[in-house]
């Protein structure tokens, strides 16, 4: 099994890519896992049967490019594609189904998982408590006991006034500065992470969806000439 990895960034790839070894594991799959990060999560272009721009470099604006070549050299193989970002202030629903019409429309024969972390992926990470805990011991329980799940409330920051001890000079700060210590902390927190016990109900849904995809490799949906 081959699993391909598309995700907007660097920072949180690590807790994708561990996240799904540790499903496959479960699911007793043996996977030869690759992450392709971009810059950035872009936008589906107006016209995705277009060629992409010159310098395109971010997630969105690559794929139906990307969908195409991946249906041209691995159809009819053993291979699942998934497609992760955060949802920023994006509606989920909407998103999801965007991607997933575009995956089904230039890349027919092969089957595609959409990953979306509501917010930001740091909503992964503080979906596992105990991963957090395990990685920062010293975090602020307090902090952690204030955030609703997957609320669309600044993330990241969250996190920072969590696990930092000069959160708000960081939060002020900001971006991209911030990108440093973003792939730090997801770094050393999916480390810990254990899917069975994440709350997120995004990073739930994402599990679901792939542990579908590993029981049924064989995408159904319409095929479609080029």
Not at 154 to 159: H, I, N, P, R
Request: net charge negative; charged share 30%.
């Amino acid at each position: 099994m081959l699993i391909e990895i598309l995700s907007e960034d660097k920072s949180g790839a690590v807790v994708v890519e561990r996240s799904v070894e540790r499903i496959c594991d479960a699911q007793g799959t043996k996977a030869q896992v690759n992450v392709r990060p971009h810059r950035g999560c872009g936008s589906l272009p107006k016209e995705p049967d277009a060629k992409p721009a010159k310098f395109a470099s971010s997630l969105l604006d690559l794929l139906p490019a990307k969908l195409r070549a991946y249906n041209a050299v691995y159809r009819g193989e053993e291979i699942i594609l998934i497609i992760t970002m955060d949802t920023d202030n994006n509606d989920p629903e909407t998103l999801r189904k965007e991607i997933y019409d575009a995956a089904r429309t230039y890349a027919p024969d092969i089957r595609s998982v959409v990953g979306l972390s509501t917010e930001e992926v740091e909503a992964w990470m503080l979906g596992d408590r105990k991963a957090v805990l395990e990685a920062f011991p010293d975090s602020k329980t307090s902090v952690l006991d204030s955030y609703e799940q997957d609320s669309v409330c600044g993330t990241w920051e969250v996190l920072c006034r969590a696990i930092s001890d000069n959160a708000e000079k960081l939060i002020e700060i900001g971006y991209p500065a911030i990108g440093h210590y973003k792939a730090r902390w997801a770094e050393e927190i999916s480390r810990y992470m254990n899917p069975e016990r994440n709350i997120s109900p995004s990073f739930k849904t994402f599990k679901m969806a792939l542990i579908t995809a590993l029981k049924n490799p064989v995408p159904i949906y319409r095929k479609r000439s080029f």
